[in-house]
């Protein structure tokens, strides 16, 4: 797995940008882990989320899987700090690596395209992520956070959907959705874009 971490990071930070048309202040990329593999890239509920909300509400965000600053790592089920320690490890070891092979490639990432290795949500838990500094030498683990929803409660017939107590992951079901765009909201304020 450490070998794999280690050539997402590699690609993610030693490559030379691309632009996508807009203003860029601040080049993030996305990147999941089922716990084995990390696999670049957005599902596609995720890049519908990108695509209609960059240009208002993420101004001057710009995914930039080849020269991101910030890396958003995401996963579903419990909270892993092993995971952000060792992508933290991975990227400060990019910085001391020799430039990639120009065979490597990422994984297909097209907006009908899940990452390989994605798998169907859990039933209950939260979608987790860990923002990385990658502009700073060494990396670090700058904010962590999730996203979820309220599972709606089934009383009979009637699905109620009053609040329910969200602190309680049994009571939550993982929002891949919800978790990237909470990490971008919070990289646009830490940022002041």
């Not at 070891?93 to 994984?107: F, G, I, M, Q, S």
Request: with cysteine; aromatic share 8%; charged share 20%.
């Amino acid at each position: 797995m450490s070998n794999r971490i280690f050539l997402l990071i590699l690609l993610l930070v030693s490559t030379t940008p691309v632009l996508y048309g807009q203003d860029c202040k601040l080049r993030f990329s996305v990147a999941y882990s089922n716990g084995k593999n990390i696999h670049v890239g957005l599902t596609s509920d995720q890049r519908k989320m990108w695509s209609h909300a960059a240009a208002e509400e993420f101004k001057g965000l710009c995914l930039d899987d080849n020269a991101a600053s910030f890396i958003i790592l995401w996963s579903q089920g419990p909270e892993s700090p092993e995971l952000a320690k060792m992508a933290i490890d991975q990227c400060n070891a990019v910085r001391l690596t020799p430039k990639p092979n120009a065979n490597l490639k990422t994984p297909d990432t097209t907006p009908s395209a899940k990452p390989s290795g994605y798998e169907s949500s859990p039933p209950r838990g939260r979608a987790n992520y860990f923002i990385l500094d990658a502009s700073r030498q060494p990396c670090s683990l700058v904010h962590q956070g999730n996203g979820y929803q309220a599972v709606p409660i089934h009383t009979g017939t009637v699905i109620d959907y009053h609040p329910v107590d969200v602190s309680d992951p049994a009571l939550t079901t993982p929002d891949p959705v919800e978790a990237l765009s909470n990490a971008l909201k919070w990289l646009k304020k830490e940022k002041k874009l």
